[in-house]
DNA sequence: GCAAAAGTGTTCAATGTACACCCATGC
DNA sequence: GCATGGGTGTACATTGAACACTTTTGC
């Protein structure tokens, strides 16, 4: 009686212009040497979102991302060392931000961002973990508001539309792009720009968190 | 080190024209004489989802029901006994099919159905449960085929239509839905007709996977 | 004045929604 | 012939998709 419970974090970002998730090598074994989901074991008196939380800190040095409990796998056979149940989550760095140095987790050698639809060979079930959150954070992009957690506090519709156009696998039309986004109205314009290149610059953004729960309470938004 | 896990199972159903959900009350501590969800606790070397089939068989004696993992509750004190993690999922019973016997469950004093809007005090978190899996179903619903689940092998369009609304809340269109629902492609009909009172009969369709497989290839309808 | 990215509207197709009448059957 | 549920089509509004040019800036 009593199971152990892993709890599993695909966290995705966006870099050079694609998605990736953020992998651990792991130092001990099973699995010794292969890249893995981060992620570690619950513990006691330790609610999962806790958890989930704390790995991330761990792992990523950041806190207050968007977080979303994914599945939970619990194979009999998933894991050589006994019966482990692995909670899964998935969670969304805005794009830029910076990752914690690679030696900051426990058991992981090494970290790095892979890209998320071509990962490398996997260790436990994670491949299926990780299939699994790219379908659901792909779904949810194109219906929901978690797009916004890709990017950063303040962003220019162009940088929001190539974080779309990462996840989603292609190009979308700029001006269908730009005319959605603003009538769902949680997008405020600040009264500053920034210039990229040699070029004109552009408006900069930021996301309305009020104006985001009122279109929430009329049911608008999908709530899972 | 280790927690258990429960395998808690909201089953749904229409019957008499609303969305009920079958109940079990308890007859032991904790929460002795409150009403529960149905579940069980997660045997060694057993997968979740044949956990929750097992369950699902002990409860009401079908099997071959639509079933899906819902979310997964680890609050340290949801459960005053120690720590219990609960994977909770959903399952559809077509309406009309008859439930077990009441006394066929373990630890359950009796079963019964309740509407699912309006459930009696519940034991644990178990009201959290319910409020998400109707959350769920009634979305899911409006935008993928697990209506279907809901209505015996074979139906008349009538029948599904009431099935929809008891689940949605609120009465349809009766031209639209049938354009709707046939225009989905998945439904076949038979040869065979019914006459339920003393009126004209009306005809009885049957769910056709084939075509359902298709459509989800496509990606038409929403797999998760 | 030119290179480079920002910004902006209209047309068309598809989809969803509102709405009312005739049909088949048993008594 | 009448009561009961079965069955059908059209007009309109909303939504999503395709498509090209002008503007601002630094050099």
Redesign the interface.
């Known amino acids: 009686?009593?199971?152990?419970?892993a709890v599993d974090i695909v966290i995705f970002s966006v870099r050079d212009g694609r998605l990736k998730a953020l992998l651990v090598k792991r130092g001990v074994p099973p699995f010794e040497g292969r890249w893995a989901v981060p992620g570690g074991f619950?513990k006691?008196?330790?609610?999962?979102d806790e958890a989930a939380r704390r790995e991330l800190l761990e792992e990523t040095g950041v806190a207050d991302v968007y977080l979303e409990?994914l599945?939970?796998?619990?194979?009999?056979g998933r894991d050589p060392r006994g019966?482990v149940?692995s909670?899964s989550y998935f969670a969304l760095l805005p794009a830029g931000s910076k990752a914690a140095p690679p030696s900051a987790g426990g058991d992981a050698a090494e970290a790095a961002w892979f890209d998320a639809y071509e990962p490398p060979p996997l260790a436990f079930d994670h491949a299926a973990i990780l299939d699994?959150a790219r379908?659901?954070l792909r779904?949810k992009l194109e219906w929901t508001t978690v797009g916004f957690g890709l990017v950063p506090g303040r962003f220019t519709l162009t940088e929001l539309q190539r974080v779309f156009e990462a996840v989603l696998g292609r190009g979308v039309d700029k001006r269908n792009f730009r005319r959605k986004v603003l009538a769902l109205g949680v997008l405020r314009a600040t009264k500053e720009s920034r210039r990229e290149g040699l070029t004109r610059p552009a408006r900069l953004f930021e996301f309305s968190a009020s104006r985001f729960e009122k279109l929430r309470e009329r049911g608008v938004l999908?709530?899972?």
């Open positions: 009686m009593g199971v152990r419970v619950l006691d008196d330790e609610a999962l409990q599945f939970t796998f619990g194979a009999p019966r149940l909670v699994y379908q659901r779904w999908f709530p899972f």
